[in-house]
């Protein structure tokens, strides 16, 4: 097993709520009415800096689904899943995407770094004088 480079997201996203590593971005959000193992959870079209478990058929309030249980790259903690596929056809638009359990994933804004920020170029005069 290689080394592991984490993703670092440069805008308002959630993080491992252990470690700080950043794992959504906040524009990937799909919905927030969600309920997890643990209480209140979202659904995300994308996740980084995340660790994927075997497939395992999991029965759920909404029916049965294929799922990977996911885990902070770094820290380890568990902090939600990805719905791998689903029995019903109702629920096949969850396929691929993410549930984070938002007792173990928080929102944070980091600090822009340099460069993130938008630098003003000089401004130029065309002349010299002003009236």
Not at 28 to 50: I, M, Q, T, W
Not at 69 to 93: A, D, L, N
Request: hydrophobic share 30%; net charge positive.
């Amino acid at each position: 097993m290689g080394r592991y480079y984490p993703v670092h997201l440069k805008s308002r996203c959630y993080v491992c709520a252990k470690c700080k590593t950043h794992l959504a971005f906040k524009g990937h959000l799909l919905s927030h009415d969600y309920r997890g193992k643990n209480g209140p959870a979202c659904l995300f079209k994308r996740v980084e800096n995340v660790i994927e478990m075997e497939p395992k058929t999991e029965q759920m309030s909404t029916g049965r689904f294929i799922v990977r249980h996911i885990h902070c790259c770094r820290c380890h903690t568990y902090i939600g899943w990805k719905y791998v596929s689903s029995y019903e056809p109702s629920q096949k638009f969850k396929d691929g995407h993410y549930i984070l359990e938002m007792q173990d994933a928080v929102l944070q804004r980091d600090d822009p770094e340099p460069d993130d920020c938008f630098i003003h170029p000089p401004i130029t005069f065309l002349s010299s004088s002003f009236s």
